[in-house]
């Protein structure tokens, strides 16, 4: 795949997605599907061989924190797209995949800006949809407004309060992931913090 640009929401958020991204279906066969990885926003993705540095070039200078608001949960045909959250386009968000369309090419920036919770082989494509069903039945899918979606990512979905619901968050760090073979074997090479 690349070398990838991750706008990454900060640990405490991290660890509440992944009450939401440890969910399996039963019926799964292929080991690919359900791989662990880290929450992110995929800003851009290059090919293996560009420099790290042209990549930090790319962030701008002084790249503020960016906040990311959820507007709904959805099932994709493709396996980097399975399950995921699309994510509002924001003024903030939007310019800075601008500004890295800019200096990566167009076709660097993926065309809908998304979180993505489940990777899932396309021998497994029906599992999308089962694991979706099950984050509704399971109360983890809080819709607040039609344009507005929440995650409940307590331990217990019955027992949670106000505080367990996320409908987004503050991408305090873009990472650099070398994202070349199966997910499991993704490393990151870099980390950069974003000045409030």
Avoid at 10 to 19: E, H, I
Avoid at 141 to 149: K, S
Wanted: proline share 8%; charged share 25%.
């Amino acid at each position: 795949m690349g070398l990838s640009l991750w706008l990454v929401p900060p640990r405490d958020v991290a660890t509440k997605l992944r009450t939401i991204m440890k969910t399996k279906t039963s019926t799964s066969k292929s080991p690919s599907s359900f791989p662990h990885f880290e929450p992110h926003v995929t800003l851009a993705t290059v090919p293996s061989s560009t420099p790290l540095d042209d990549l930090r070039a790319a962030i701008p200078l002084g790249q503020p924190v960016v906040p990311v608001t959820f507007r709904s949960v959805d099932v994709g045909s493709k396996y980097f797209m399975s399950v995921y959250v699309t994510v509002h386009h924001t003024g903030e968000l939007n310019t800075l995949r601008d500004n890295l369309k800019t200096s990566l090419g167009e076709q660097a920036v993926p065309p809908l800006a998304h979180v993505s919770l489940f990777y899932i082989d396309d021998s497994d494509a029906e599992e999308r949809t089962k694991v979706e069903e099950q984050l509704e039945r399971d109360g983890r899918i809080v819709r607040i407004a039609d344009d507005r979606t929440a995650l409940n990512c307590a331990e217990d979905p019955a027992e949670s309060s106000k505080d367990d619901l996320l409908d987004g968050f503050d991408g305090g760090e873009i990472w650099i992931a070398l994202c070349d073979g199966p997910v499991p074997t993704w490393t990151v090479k870099d980390r950069i913090k974003l000045p409030l």
